[in-house]
């Protein structure tokens, strides 16, 4: 069983004030693979405390200086890949395949941030001005279970290379995880409280982060309502705030698309992280006069896409992080059978050869329209949705008419047709005939997907605030 009673805190494992103690679960077995002690208000106090403190000297390091704690810092995490991985895959339940990138990218962040910040230029003369950009302050960094280590070193690298100090909250389902990382980046031999960390649940050491005075910055990935909530509470105070939330991204199949390829590549892209991806593409736009040809290839790929241990490296899709996630996508499931959409492949239940584990059949239905439930609410699970459209405006049009716009995919034979079609899309991000992702370039939602970006030049002058100084 493990144990994880220690946060970090100036420097520090210190045990936590807190007491309350919370289950951790294989999501494989539905087992308890042991407990976490979680921190409360005064231990997020504390943390802030030891931020501030350490704010004045790190904020006025020099840029090779922290290229120098960055490097460190990538050079750390890279040396627990192989243990991270594990972690991911025992604790999350991500496929094997999905688990080793997981943990890759949360070592490749750090020296990503590391090249943003060398090439970076601080000053700039604007007429009879001096500008500098300075660092805000000290940041609150909120992060999801679906890719707890990845956010935790995403979001502490900018903060670190724009001259910010960190409270880090991590999600509370991630602990094993998140205590592999923090050993890791303490490591690094950063000067102490320049990042702490301090597992809680988001109703405690949450709460106080997005309303503490002494926090300029919260940037926080996550849920659209408890963004929403971080917003108000910061609004108070007015913070910077970052919010990376919920997504409904379309995937425009083009009538000229080669369906041999695209179906795969729509499918993986639906089936993203088990489901549980913010950017997953969970409605797939086809052109009505090819609905035939799409289901068909799609009821033969679905032979292939397998629910079960995430250790085998023939799986596709593990399972859902909790008994609570599983519930949920059982019941958007039965809303979209209820509100008549056809099943072309899944169902309710667990998969036929599962006993144990909240393991969910991949899921797709066909014939449904845009207002169903299913295809407007973010399910959070590996349930896809086929809508049809009669015209390129037709389809721009369902693409649009959601709520959120984080990211969509266009796939067609015709780039110049699909670049056209992609400056017309409300998204942050729009991938036309791949699903590779790109850190130099800012990532972030339009609409109710968030405010603000990540990654690259614009995800570090999210931690910085211009001044002018004229003479
Ligand atoms: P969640 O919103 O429930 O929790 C996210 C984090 O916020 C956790 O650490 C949680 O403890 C904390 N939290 C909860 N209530 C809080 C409060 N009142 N104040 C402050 N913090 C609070 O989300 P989740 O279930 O962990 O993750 C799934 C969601 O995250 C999905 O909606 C998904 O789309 C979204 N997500 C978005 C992105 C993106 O980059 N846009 C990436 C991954 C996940």
New binding site residues.
């Given amino acids: 069983m493990h144990q994880v009673d220690q946060i970090y805190i100036n420097g520090q494992f210190v045990t936590p004030h807190g007491e309350q103690l919370f289950d951790l679960f294989n999501p494989a077995t539905a087992q308890c693979i042991g407990q976490v002690r979680l921190a409360d208000e005064q231990d997020a106090n504390n943390a802030v405390s030891a931020a501030k403190q350490a704010f004045p000297e790190f904020s006025r390091t020099t840029k090779s200086a922290r290229v120098d704690y960055l490097k460190c810092m990538h050079a750390a995490v890279a040396a627990i890949e192989t243990e991270l991985t594990g972690a991911i895959i025992e604790e999350y339940g991500a496929p094997v395949s999905r688990a080793r990138w997981m943990a890759k990218h949360a070592a490749s962040v750090l020296l990503d941030a590391a090249a943003v910040l060398a090439d970076y230029d601080f000053t700039r003369r604007i007429g009879i001005a001096d500008v500098t950009m300075q660092p805000l302050g000290i940041a609150g960094l ?6 707890n280590a990845g ?1 935790i070193c995403g979001k502490l690298a900018a903060a670190l290379a724009a001259g910010c100090t960190t409270v880090i ?5 991630s602990a094993i995880q998140t205590s592999i990382v923090t050993r890791a980046l303490h490591e690094a031999g950063l000067p102490p409280g320049v990042f702490n960390i301090v597992t ?4 405690t ?3 106080v ?2 309303a503490h005075p002494d926090i300029a910055k919260v940037s ?8 929403k ?2 917003l108000m ?1 910061g609004a108070q105070t007015l913070k910077r705030i970052t ?5 409904k991204s379309p995937v425009l199949i083009l009538d000229d698309a080669d369906l041999k390829k695209a179906i795969p590549m729509a499918l993986q892209a639906g089936f993203m992280n088990s489901g ?4 997953a593409g969970t409605r797939m736009l086809v052109p009505a006069h090819r609905l035939a040809e799409v289901e068909a290839l799609i009821v033969e790929e679905m032979v292939a896409i397998r629910a079960g241990d995430p250790n085998d490296s023939d799986t596709s899709i593990g399972p859902m ?1 909790s008994l609570k ?1 599983w519930q949920r996508v059982q019941r958007y499931i039965q809303i979209g059978i209820k509100e008549g959409a056809h099943l072309l492949a899944g169902g309710l239940g667990l998969p036929d050869d599962l006993g144990a584990g909240w393991f969910v059949r991949p899921t797709v239905f066909s014939r449904v329209t845009n207002q169903m439930t299913i295809a407007r609410e ?1 399910i ?1 699970g590996p349930v896809l949705s086929i809508i049809t459209y009669s015209d390129e405006e037709d389809a721009l049009a369902i693409a649009n008419d959601t709520p959120y716009g ?1 990211q969509a995919y266009i796939l067609s034979s015709d780039l110049p047709r699909a670049h056209a079609l992609a400056a017309r899309i409300d998204a942050g991000r729009v991938l036309i005939n791949t699903l590779a992702h790109e850190p130099r370039a800012p ?3 339009f609409k109710q ?2 405010i603000g970006r ?1 990654y690259g030049t614009f995800g570090l002058e999210a931690f910085l605030e211009p001044k002018s100084v004229l003479s």
């Fill in positions: 909120i992060t999801p279970w679906n890719s956010f909250k991590p999600s509370e389902m809680g649940r988001g109703e050491v949450g709460t982060l997005s926080f990935t996550g849920s659209t309502a408890v963004g909530q971080i509470a919010l990376e939330l919920g997504g549980q991806a913010c950017i992080v996630q973010e959070f984080l990532f972030g939602g997907s968030g990540e």
